[in-house]
């Protein structure tokens, strides 16, 4: 059965209303605020871009749909096409798929996409509201039983109690039957109002965390085939033109992509980007910083490094045995 929402509201529950929204509109200004202290400059409009993709995001009724709807709309929407495109390719072989992350890239957008429905789900409520627009049906709120059941399958999100909050109130009794009297609509109204700028807020973080995910997945690709390149046992020459030219041996062994418990003692940094590499490494307060390039397809590395405590020199590097994955 469908509900409307519907109320007779004096002036005085007029004004506790428009009170709780000024509340609201400076809760969500401080929380851009913050938002913009940790994030780039370069963030997108999400308010813009859930409302000309609402109706869209309010039938999402799958994980199915919620990637179809990202690859084709809300991805290219963002700037992520690179994302779109991967997630849109047809199957990928296991390895390419691993490679590229595309468990952790496809989970992140699930995790988008919900956040995004909610937030349009809270903006709505809160329009309805604020436009007294009471006679909106329950149905054009949350959607479908079946766009309701997926938002429900969202348990560890961060919004989802929030979500569940406020759907006790919007689905309650006092809706269904309409809201009569100056204490009840003011007091329903309100708590609706704060239910709708919690998930709003809430919503709101969370897809700014999983677009800054997804942005950043293609550097931890990188980065992983960086680790992977580098992964085995080299023979480190290096030559300390402050000491006389003096010769130092090493036999290091770089672990494997992602195992992040068996790095090697003292390397607190590495980059990798294409035939480069960075290494910085901090032993005792010392620092030294390595600038390499790969050669041989993959099989030395040749560059220079500078320390702390005024060394410099060369670094020549020998892979003699392979990555023991």
Known sequence: MRHHIHVTRPVSSQIGLTLVLVIFSAL???HNATADESLPSSTPDFP???RTHSDQLGK??????AITLFVST???ALQMGDAARTLGANPLQAKL????LLSDLTAAVHRLMGSLAAWRLASTVRQAVRDQQFSTEIDRLYGSPQTRAWLD???KSSWHDSLNQLSEVVTSPEWGKGIQGEASASTILTTTLEKAARLELDAMQASYQEWDRIR?????VR???GQARLCGTWQWIIHNHQQHHQEQKLILLFPPAGNTKATLLGLAETIVLGENVYLRWEVDGRVQEDSLQFSKEGQRLEGTFVNSEGGWGSISGKKTVGCAS
């Open 223 to 225: 980065g992983l085939r």
């Open 74 to 76: 809300i991805g290219p």
């Open 97 to 100: 798929a691993n490679e590229l």
């Open 216 to 220: 950043s997945w293609k550097d931890r």
């Open 153 to 155: 399958q969202q348990g």
């Open 28 to 30: 969500v200004s401080w």
């Open 48 to 50: 813009s871009i859930i």
């Open 60 to 65: 999402i009724d799958s994980d199915k749909g």
